[in-house]
């Protein structure tokens, strides 16, 4: 209870005191005020001493009363388009979930990847990726824990033939494949739209979701296939294969349960591969030729279409997804990442940012590499102890001030950024499939601390290399050039 006070009065302190210190002579008023609401945001969404999303709505208040921005242009921002391109992928993923398609589609992929321990574990990430890019991490990890949980541990008498890092490899390649495959696609998770939207507003760069596919799906393919390689190393089974019959059995059980596919199962896989296939397309073939016309305006109309399609066969004329289903989604994730953005916006305004910058200007005389290295390692670091959209939103603004200074392109430094914030893997805090895995029981901190540190390092020069060579190619851009 003292910890949890002194944290909640932590806040308002920073912010009072970094609001009348004269931290610089050239620093603005503004620019203080806005250092100190910054201060106290980053205080509650570390601390978390009260829910993340209200933090995320101080800006509303804070702003407006310290004159940096009106309440009108604060508020736009919590309307932002890309927030509704992420909504959308909030519906479908709620519509998915209804009909338990992520299940048939997950337990189809880890059956056909075989019965050895090693293509196991494969298949569980292979199938928890992909789902991971199309709904939630958390949703995908609570799905597929209890499948893990039935392979790994036995529900049919099996338990003394499975080995003990046959269990924490299948359970750590399930959290870190979900984090991994939300980095592939523009609404895996939230810190790709915080990227997507400040590049868009303080940039004035359009990204398609064809163009970040085509950066990070390949980047999320080879950390996956790392992140294996590394798991199979510091946990290797200890059997060659699993008794062929009880692992069907067991994938068998789960299947059956969910029936034939359903009319309404087919008609939402042509709905979403529709919708997949306009945002790969679209940016490339038909978006000139349609006016005003891009990704949020195809997620959205996909999404309004879920509740008008019927979903057929036993259920008649009742829609894909009704209100009652979607209003299930995490509605608190977009008052969040509103926040993010508001606070990203009230560094411009404020002229903290232009100040952030003045300060780093002595970084200029460092290779660029090594200070894109040193901010995805610190970024990365950052993310095992904070949210991954308060790290984003925190650094963007910060970074982009930097880059600004020191007279590098900000872009490809804020792309990484967006990626290496999901890249907690060390600690359970640091992600909820994380929390979740590590509630199975199955693992301790030190397994975890083991592999996610490897794997975080891992990651990190693997997203500086991949962006050195990629970004050229991509989006005509060089790593700090």
Known sequence: MRRSTLALLAGPLAFVLLAITPVSSDMAPSARLALGITAWMAIWW???????????????????????????????EFGSEVIFLFLSGLLFGQAIERWNLHVRIALNLVRWMGNQPGRIVLGFMVATGFLSMWISNTATAVMMT??????????????????????????????????????????????????????KNEMNIEVSFWQWFAFAFPFAVLLMGLCWLLLMRLYPPEKTSLDAVEYRAVLKRYLDQLGPTSMAERRLMLLFGLVILSWLTGSLLWY??????????????????????????????????????????PWGVLFFFGGGLALARGFEVSGLAGWLGAQMRGLGGWPPLLIALVVFTVVSFISEV????????????????????????????????AIAASFGFALPVATAPNTIVFSSGYLNIRDMARAGIWL?????????AFAYFTLPLVWGVRLGH
């Not at 975080?456 to 500086?464: G, K, P, R, Y």
């Open 46 to 76: 570390i601390s978390e001493v009260v829910h993340v999303t209200v933090t995320a709505l101080l800006p509303l208040v804070l702003f407006p009363l310290c004159g940096i921005m009106p309440l009108k242009r604060v508020s736009a």
């Open 456 to 464: 975080d390092f891992i990651a990190v020069f693997l997203l500086l």
């Open 386 to 417: 904070a949210s991954n959209i308060a790290t984003a939103s925190i650094m963007m603004p910060v970074l982009a001030a930097l880059a600004q200074a020191i007279g590098l392109d900000p872009f490809g430094m804020l792309l990484g950024t």
């Open 146 to 199: 209890p499948v893990a949980i039935a392979v790994s541990s036995g529900q049919l008498e099996e338990a003394a033939t499975v080995q003990a890092n046959f269990r924490r490899a299948l359970m750590l390649g399930l959290a870190y494949a979900c984090s991994i495959g939300g980095v592939a696609t523009l609404i895996g998770t939230p810190t790709n739209a915080v990227f997507l939207s400040y590049v």
């Open 288 to 329: 000139r030729w349609v006016p005003n016309s891009n990704d949020v305006i195809v997620a959205v109309c996909g999404a309004l279409l879920l509740f008008i399609i019927p979903a057929g066969g036993a259920k008649g004329r009742e829609a894909l997804l009704d209100w009652s289903a979607a209003s299930r989604i």
